[in-house]
């Protein structure tokens, strides 16, 4: 009986001091209106104790603790924590969560609106999400997160150049890429010289001089009808850039290092069991055997790419800074290539005169320094001689022994079994045949902002962009002697590049009764001077004394030429934004330029007219309730396309081959004065439509666009008789046309997972409609030895032409009186590199602090072409050469021999006659089809709280970029291109093959 009483008493002392430790909680929860709001998650933070509000929007709770957190989620609702403190009684008013519908974006010049009150397509995408998984070049981190944007990367590595194009190339003679803004002003985004089929180094371009950590945002305005205000340079789109600015408060140090590791992932496939015969170059023994196989792959390294950065950024209510230093240090997968780039940047803003005055002031300083950035095409190629290596050797003997000493010439010579002009000890390029890049570049400006009235305001700044390059490269004495002269070849220039740009803004936004206004009225000025410099190479034209790289050195009949390109551009530009009922809203824009290059043309003024319209039909009818917004827009647009520079009056230059005794002559100009020019026209239409569901938990955002563009520059041949050989006309017609569609959803949300969801994919269409209407077969571009990217009347641009087999009407291939396959007399058309859709689906995935995020990128349609997997059948060293010849002494093919049906060919015979240059390049061509996992990322945010650090933010995370293929055709990457100019797209003539990089990053907040 007492041990029952004893028990009875127990377990009520257990009930009570349970009860007394309980904290019982009650309140109502409601919106911003006032209104309660049944069904919402209240929880107890970081236990299972919780409850949701009843149809009146009240709860009743009770928690383990006085000191508890509370928290509250709903659906279209900002989720709330609340600690208890002690507290009985909670109310809480949840505000309704943004659609994305009120975002306020950057617009042209810098300019910030309200998303929804915009009549043409944009996209912005966030500094952090660039940084989730960094890349050298920022454009390379927006690659499949915007849609219409088609990038492709060079295969030379960090600090090599980006091809970005929007909505399909307009321009024969330009590059078609978009204008890039930094916070408000142009910024020069020039290229370096591109290698060809024959070789060459990319230079780099602008873009890499910039430090991705700086960018706050990235605004993608993807036609002249969003970017009109800048006239001519942005009729191919705009991308704006805003950096990251200083902000009120205590100072804040912001740390992130990052460490990459590089590694080849998309090498050719090779055969190592067929040698050669009696010193062949080429590797078409019959007989089997068993040669060393890991040279190739041991030849390439693990590249290391370390970035590391701080920012210090606070102030008070007058006056906030920002400074920020970065360094990247990389070494490429190729042996010797190396780059360092160092980057500096401050701003700073100051209210004065009662914060109606703001002056603001920005410099940005980057160096960027790069040793032996790998190449492509034939010639000086270290890829050459590693690939087509005859398989019999022993590669080791020249690894070591690259050079050996002639004592004839007293200097060392390459060591190399073979004479041809493609081939060179790899080794000997790599430390005898040194490239060097540098870029020095600086970029400052100064705005003064001042508020006239409350609705009322002046701007007025101005800016300074200015880039020192120096290129140098060097190839030493008795290498190959049909690319380098017998003492050595220098191919030096030293250039600068420098814009200033300064322009004056008035703006008005203000409302009355149901309107709205916003206006600007401005002008600008613009003075650039490209290419500033000199530029000097003897080729194989022998210097006076062996690898003596300088310019006492240089023979006689090798001229320094000096180059410039200058234009003064000065506009005045007009916008104005009627609203009615935050509903409705129409946009009236204008530009009007006045160009130097026009000057003499009577053309020199011309005028850019837009106007769009936008509708907010949520708020104009009732819609169903699923549907939470709802917006049509469209807008149309007249701009043009960049007028080239020293084409309206051509100016003579000094050059000449020379004599021992002087320089020679003047070279004279040799094209007619293009008096009459006028700038290409482009006239550009969208329609489209933004609507968000379920109070903004998905979305989508549809675009269709017809751009055509009229006036390209075209050159024919002078009449005979004339005194000149070619003359500019005005002509021709290109029509792009397509659609851009974005999705995005939250289908997971709660208190402590969420998953985000976006899909971009678009289409683009081109079509060559006219060229010269009186010569139907005229044609821009032609043949590379093999590949050729046409453009005629019918086509499109960037289509491919090659030669096929000769075949007879049944469908056989001819071959010749030896029986060797005969190619086509003419090349025909095997498609078009761009592709037919370009799409990404982006994903990030929270889990209380942890963090995925992964890309998909994909380009449906296109053809690419490889001349290297061509060069390797040749030389009997491809996989399929190895394959025909484990299968039989011949292999299966349908020709036909003048009229004896033939059936099978001697695999050697076969693939000679179509590998090589020039030859048979039809089993070449590739589709461009392929999907990649292009980043992923999986990551932690550190609880500062529980790891009681003086930190305020900290994270880590595991990255990795382009690590697999769920589908490629193409024998190569083909979105890693050997050269971002206009005619070698998806083209590969043994450039570097396809890297993946994995490593981590660290990211720290005091």
Known sequence: MKKRMYFILILLFTSFASAMAQVKVSGTISDPDGNNIPGVSVIQKGTTIGTSTDINGKFTLNLSSSSAVLQFSFVGMKPVEEVVNGRSVINVKMEA?????????????????????????????????????????????????????????????????????????????????????????PMVNNKGGQPDSYGGTDAGDGLSALNSDDIESINVLKGANASILYGSQGANGVVLITTRKGKAGKISVNISSSTMVETVSGLPEFQFNYGAVGGSDYSWSKTKGSYPSSYIKDFFRQGLNLTNSISVSGGNDKTTTYFSYSNVSATGVLPTNKYNKNNFAFNQSTKLFNDKVTISSNVMFSSEVTHNRPGAGYYNNPLTGLYLFSRERKFDDYKTNYQVFDKDRNLNKMNWYSTEEKQNNPFWELYNNPKENTSYRAIASLKLSWEITKNLKFDVRGNIDYNDKVNDYRYAAAGNSVSVSPNGSWNYSKVNDKRIYTDGILSYNGKSGDFSLTALLGASYQHDKFNDGMSVANGTTSLMYPNFFAFSNMPYNVMFNQGINKIIKQGAFANAQIGFKEMIFLDVSARNDWASTLALTGNESYLYPAVGLSAIVSQMIKLPEVISFAKLRGSISRTANEVPYNVVNPQNGIGGTGTPSGIGGINRNTQVPFTNLLP???????????????????????????????????????????????????????????????????????????????????????????????????????????????????????????????????????????????????????????????????????IKDFYVSFLINGKFGGVAFSKTEAFLDSYGVSKRTGEARDAGPTMPINAIQGTTAVTSIDPEVYYSAVGDRNRIMEPYVFSRTNVRLAQFVIGYNLNMQKLNLPLKQASISLIGRNLFFFYKKAPYDPEQSMSTANNMQSNEVFSMPATRTYGFNLKVTF
Do not use: C, H
Request: hydrophobic fraction near 35%; aromatic fraction near 8%; charged fraction near 20%.
């Open 680 to 846: 290409e026209e482009i006239t550009s239409s969208e329609l489209g439509a933004e609507m968000r569901f379920f109070n903004g938990r998905a979305g989508m955002e549809f675009t269709y666009y017809n751009d055509i563009s009229k006036n390209q520059f075209l050159t024919l041949a002078a009449p005979s008789g004339s005194g000149y050989t070619s003359y500019y006309v005005n002509a021709g017609k290109i029509t792009n046309k397509g659609f851009e569609l974005t999705l995005d959803v939250e289908p997971v949300k709660t208190t402590n997972v969420s998953w985000k969801s976006s899909l971009n994919l678009s289409q683009n269409k081109n079509k060559i409609d006219e060229l010269i209407a009186s010569n139907p077969d005229y044609q821009v571009g032609g043949d590379n030895e093999g590949f050729a990217s046409i453009i005629k009347a019918g086509g499109s641009f960037m289509d491919v032409w090659i030669y096929k087999f000769a075949k007879n009407a049944a469908g056989q291939i001819i071959l010749d009186s030896k029986g060797v396959p005969t190619k086509a007399a003419k090349q025909e058309k095997v498609g078009n590199v761009n592709p037919d859709y370009v799409a990404g689906w982006n994903n990030t995935i929270n």
């Open 97 to 185: 969560e943004s659609l994305g519908i009120n975002e306020v974006v950057v617009t042209a010049l810098g300019i910030q609106r309200e998303k929804k009150t915009l009549t043409y397509a944009s996209q912005q995408v966030s500094g952090d999400e660039m940084l989730k998984a960094r890349d050298q070049n920022f454009m390379n981190a927006l690659s499949g997160k915007t849609a219409g944007l088609d990038i492709k990367t060079s295969s030379s590595g960090a600090g090599g150049s980006t091809k970005a194009v929007l909505r399909g190339n307009k321009s024969l003679v330009g590059l078609s890429e978009p204008l890039y803004v930094i916070d408000g002003i």
